[in-house]
C-alpha cells in the first residue's frame, strides 16, 4: 500500500509531544468518533504523522510515526474502538499556527479546519510537505 500522510490532536495538558518525545511511543487510545476510528484504522507502519497541540496552543509541533498498526484499544469498555501506536520523530524548528494554516494556499482545506472536532484526519502529501516547509 502506498503510503499516506496523517495529522493527529491532542491537548498538551493531556499529552504533549514533549511527552512523546520523553515516553519514545505511545498508544493512541480513547479516539470515540467513528471517522477519526476509521482513519486510526487506515494507518500502516511507518506512516507519517503530525502532532497538533490543541485548544490552548492550536499549532502542529511535532512529526511522529504509526509504530504499530491498529488493535483494539484497551481502554474501550464497549464498543468495537481501535487504537495505534506512535513513535516520535522529531519536534518541528517552528512551529505551525493555525492561523498560519488557514491563510496558506496549500493547507487552507485541511480536514482540520473544515472539521475542527475530529482528531485523527488525513492530509495529502502536499499538505504535508508544506507544513513542514512553513515550520523552517
Avoid at 5 to 15: A, C, D, I, M
Avoid at 37 to 62: C, E, I, W
Avoid at 109 to 132: E, H, M, Y
Amino acid at each position: 500500500m502506498p503510503k499516506q500522510w496523517w495529522l493527529v490532536k491532542s491537548e498538551p495538558e493531556s499529552y504533549s509531544f514533549a511527552r512523546l518525545q520523553k515516553d519514545g511511543s505511545t498508544a493512541w487510545t480513547g479516539v470515540r468518533n467513528f471517522l477519526a476510528r476509521n482513519n486510526l484504522r487506515a494507518m500502516r507502519t511507518g506512516d507519517p504523522v503530525l502532532f497538533y497541540h490543541s485548544v490552548s496552543d492550536k499549532q502542529v509541533v511535532g512529526v511522529a510515526r504509526v509504530g504499530k498498526t491498529a488493535y483494539p484499544d484497551p481502554t474501550a469498555t464497549e464498543g468495537d474502538w481501535s487504537c495505534v501506536d506512535f513513535e516520535p520523530v522529531r519536534p518541528l524548528a517552528k512551529p505551525v499556527s493555525l492561523e498560519t494554516l488557514k491563510t496558506d494556499a496549500v493547507t487552507k482545506d485541511l480536514l482540520l479546519i473544515r472539521q475542527s472536532r475530529l482528531s485523527v484526519s488525513p492530509v495529502t502529501k502536499a499538505q504535508f510537505d508544506r507544513i513542514l516547509a512553513l515550520a523552517k
